[in-house]
C-alpha cells in the first residue's frame, strides 16, 4: 500500500541520484493568477520518469537482479529504466514503440539497455514486453501502475510543498496515472485543501474517459505529438487513486500543447517536449478554475526530437497568430500587390512569402489568388490587418 512514510523514504533514496529540480516562477504566462514551473524537463535524463524507475529498481532483490530487468516505455522511462540497471549493474531490455522520437531512443541505447522495437504506440510495446517476460522470467517494471513506482514520482509533490508552502493547486500532465496518483496521494495526505488537476492530450484522453464514466476505458487508438502520455488505456492502481484524490482531469488539443511549448521556450527558455507543457497549455488556455491562485505546473519532460520541435514551434506560431496565410482574391492588373504590401507594412507585419495564381475555372478571367505568409504580433494584430484588407475592397476567401 502507499504510505506517506513509503514516499518520504523513496526521497531518501533518489537523493544521491537525481537532481531537487528547480521551481521557477513564471511572471509572463498569466496574469490572473501566480504560475510556478516544476521543471522535471531539467531532471537527470530529461524527465521524473527516472525517479519511480529507481525507487522500484533499487528495491529489487539480488535473485531478481540476477534474471535482469524488462521495460516498455514511449522514451522516458526507457531513459529512467536503462539509467537506474546502469548504476545497479543489471542487465536491462526495454521495448519502445516504433513511434517514439529517434531522439529518446539513441539516449537509452547510450544507457546500455537492450532496446527492442515495437510496431504501434506505448499499448503495443506493453503486450510484447509482458510477453518475454514470461518467457524469461526476467522482473518486468511498470511505467506507471505500480506503487513502488508510484511512490518514486509522489517525491515530487514533496519537493512542491518544501519549495512553495502555500501552494494552492498543482497542474500535472495525465498519461497512464502514474506521475498524477504520486502527486495527488502525497498533496491531499499533507494538504488536503491544495488542489490537484490533471491534463491529457485530446487525442488520447484514457484516464480523463475512464473518469467520466467511472470504469477503466481502453481507448481503439491515440493520436497526439505528446507521445509521453499516449495510452490507450489507464493502471488499474493509478485509476483508482485518480478517482479518490484528484480533483479534475482536463483536456487540451494538439494546438494548445504546442502554443504552450512555444510560449515557454519564448518566456522561460525552457523546452519541453508535448507531454511535458500539458499542465502549462491547461493554465495559459483557462481550462481551470485557477484564477487568483498560486499554482505550481509540473513540466514532466523535455525530450523532444529537434525535427518536431521545429514542426511544434511553427504551428505555435499559427496558433497564436504569429505567423499567418491569407489567400486573397483580386483583379490581375498591375498595382493590386503593391497596394496589398503596403497595407500589410502600414500596420507593422512583415511579408515572408508571396504566391501569385491565375484563377481558375470557377473565377473571372481577369481574377487570380494571392497567398501571402506573413509574420505578425499576435491574433488582435492578424485582425486588424485582416479587417484593413477587407476596407480597402480585396476579398480574403481564407486565412489558414
Not at 501566480?34 to 532483490?61: D, M, P
Not at 507531454?275 to 513540466?299: E, N, Q, R, T, Y
Amino acid at each position: 500500500m502507499l504510505t506517506i512514510d513509503k514516499i518520504i523514504k523513496a526521497a531518501e533514496t533518489l537523493k544521491p541520484v537525481i537532481r531537487k529540480t528547480d521551481l521557477i516562477h513564471s511572471v509572463s504566462l498569466s496574469k490572473n493568477n501566480e504560475i510556478y514551473l516544476k521543471a522535471e524537463n531539467l531532471q537527470i535524463t530529461g524527465s521524473f520518469k527516472v525517479r519511480g524507475a529507481y525507487v522500484k529498481i533499487s528495491g529489487l532483490s539480488e535473485e531478481q537482479k540476477k534474471k535482469g530487468i524488462i521495460a516498455c516505455s514511449a522514451g522516458n522511462h526507457a531513459q529512467g529504466v536503462a539509467l537506474s540497471a546502469q548504476r545497479s549493474g543489471i542487465e536491462s531490455t526495454i521495448f519502445i514503440p516504433s513511434t517514439a522520437p529517434i531522439s529518446k531512443i539513441e539516449a537509452t541505447k547510450k544507457l546500455g539497455a537492450n532496446i527492442r522495437l515495437v510496431d504501434g504506440v506505448y499499448d503495443d510495446a506493453y503486450n510484447e514486453a509482458v510477453k518475454f517476460q514470461k518467457e524469461t522470467g526476467a522482473e518486468f517494471i511498470h511505467p506507471f501502475d505500480d506503487e513502488d513506482v508510484i511512490a518514486g514520482q509522489g517525491t515530487i509533490a514533496l519537493e512542491i510543498i518544501e519549495q512553495l508552502p502555500d501552494v494552492e493547486a498543482i497542474i500535472v500532465p495525465v498519461g497512464g496515472g502514474g506521475l498524477i496518483s504520486g502527486i495527488a496521494y502525497t498533496v491531499k495526505m499533507l494538504k488536503p485543501d491544495c488542489k490537484v488537476y490533471g491534463v491529457q492530450a485530446a487525442g488520447a484522453g484514457s484516464m480523463y474517459n475512464s473518469i467520466e464514466k467511472n470504469e477503466r476505458i481502453e481507448l481503439p487508438s491515440v493520436s497526439t505529438f505528446a507521445d509521453g502520455t499516449a495510452v490507450k488505456m489507464p493502471g488499474e492502481h493509478t485509476f483508482e487513486y485518480c478517482k479518490k484524490f484528484v480533483d479534475k482531469i482536463v483536456t487540451v488539443t494538439d494546438d494548445e500543447i504546442a502554443t504552450a511549448i512555444l510560449s515557454l521556450i519564448e518566456s522561460q527558455k525552457l523546452i519541453a517536449e508535448g507531454a511535458g507543457a500539458l499542465s502549462v497549455a491547461a493554465a495559459i488556455f483557462k481550462k481551470l478554475p485557477i484564477d487568483g491562485k498560486k499554482v505550481v505546473c509540473v513540466v514532466s519532460g523535455g525530450n523532444i526530437d529537434v525535427n518536431i520541435l521545429s514542426r511544434v514551434i511553427n504551428r505555435g506560431l499559427l496558433k497564436s497568430g504569429r505567423i499567418a496565410d491569407l489567400t486573397i482574391e483580386m483583379l490581375d492588373k498591375p498595382g493590386q500587390l503593391k497596394e496589398v504590401s503596403r497595407i500589410i507594412a502600414d500596420l507593422g507585419a512583415n511579408v515572408i512569402r508571396v504566391r501569385h495564381n491565375q484563377g481558375g475555372e470557377n473565377t473571372d478571367i481577369n481574377e487570380c489568388y494571392l497567398k501571402i505568409t506573413m509574420e505578425t504580433r499576435n491574433l488582435r494584430h492578424l485582425c486588424e490587418i485582416k479587417h484593413a484588407i477587407s476596407s480597402a475592397g480585396y476579398k480574403i476567401i481564407s486565412d489558414k
